[in-house]
């Protein structure tokens, strides 16, 4: 027996008829029309250039508001503040009759913060487009309760620690 190599066909042989090639129209008309085996597909000649600096027209928000179960969706111009943001989410709030009922509804009794964790509330007049965020917090302000309470037991303590002094001055003389 003899070793014949027996020629195989390659199976990466190029096809040598035009099915395989791709033809392109002429460029006057149609530059961006090729033709494959399968039809015409359209590719695209020049891509747009990217924008820079394209502002959102509308932003959808989401505002928590305290002690709710779920966030209010508004959607507001970019332009608007973060004033206009609480008044539209409170008037949300109440119009959808959600739970737990506010106790008032003037908004400029609320203040919005970042998350519920979140120490400090956002200024009034800021731009919704230049906070960084979409969703927040929305709880009421803390009312400073001046207490006469306190004031008249420092100064009680105050008279009882020289009450005190006076007491040892005597002992000590």
């Given at each position: ?7 195989r ?24 029309l ?29 505002v ?15 332009e608007?503040?973060?004033?206009d ?6 008037e ?17 009794r609320?203040?919005l ?15 919704l ?7 927040f ?8 309760v ?19 002094l ?6 000590l003389?």
């Amino acid at each position: 027996m003899t070793n014949a190599i027996i020629p195989r066909p390659s199976l990466h042989r190029r096809k040598s008829t035009s099915e395989g090639r791709l033809l392109t129209f002429p460029p006057e008309r149609h530059s961006e029309l090729v033709r494959r085996p399968a039809g015409i597909i359209k590719v695209p000649g020049k891509l747009a250039p990217a924008k820079q600096n394209v502002t959102p027209p509308r932003l959808l928000l989401n505002v928590t508001i305290e002690k709710s179960l779920g966030p209010v969706h508004v959607v507001m111009s970019s332009e608007n503040t973060v004033g206009d943001l609480i008044r539209a989410a409170v008037e949300m709030y109440v119009g959808e009759k959600r739970r737990p009922l506010l106790a008032d509804t003037d908004p400029r009794r609320f203040e919005l913060h970042y998350s519920q964790f979140s120490l400090e509330s956002l200024k009034m007049e800021e731009k919704l487009i230049k906070l960084g965020s979409r969703n927040f917090f929305l709880c009421s302000k803390r009312v400073e309760v001046e207490c006469r309470c306190s004031k008249q037991a420092k100064k009680e303590a105050i008279n009882d620690s020289l009450f005190a002094l006076t007491k040892l001055m005597d002992i000590l003389l």
